[in-house]
């Protein structure tokens, strides 16, 4: 399988490239696995194939993939409900806010509102296609005030 996404981000220009592979990526709540111990956070998610995006198909993909964030101190979630692992989330975007460099907050903005901040050491991050793709009639779509 070799058209499987696989990207690492060091800093904060590649994290820009990851957000944009994963906008409109969905998952449950119960996909996010917060390890402390090992300060990494894993989060399973169906994300939108946006490279193969051709207007004029009929169908698109999604593919399973895992994003990796190493180096996590702590983690909040605001506007999300914890307890209701099975609810779905669209991942909008990911943005780094810088604090004392290179450390700083990684946000994981959701829509309606809800955001998981990282806060890390420093940007160390990954994407990992985990499978082949598969189809869906749709193509995300946002309602621009």
């Avoid at 198909?57 to 996590?72: G, N, Y």
């Avoid at 101190?73 to 669209?90: F, Y």
């Amino acid at each position: 399988m070799s058209d499987l996404l696989k990207l690492a981000a060091l800093d904060e220009e590649d994290l820009k490239v990851v957000s944009a592979h994963v906008q409109d990526a969905v998952l449950r709540i119960g996909d996010v696995d917060y390890r402390p111990r090992e300060k990494r956070i894993l989060i399973q998610l169906n994300r939108f194939a946006w490279e193969k995006l051709d207007e004029r198909a009929k169908s698109f993909e999604r593919r399973r993939c895992c994003l990796h964030f190493a180096r996590v101190e702590g983690v909040k979630a605001t506007r999300i409900r914890q307890d209701a692992k099975d609810a779905v989330l669209e991942l909008l975007t990911i943005r780094f806010e810088p604090t004392d460099t290179p450390a700083g907050h990684i946000h994981l903005e959701f829509a309606g509102g809800g955001c998981i901040r990282l806060d890390v050491e420093c940007i160390e991050s990954s994407l990992t296609d985990l499978g082949a793709a598969w189809s869906t009639a749709n193509v995300p779509a946002h309602q621009l005030d």
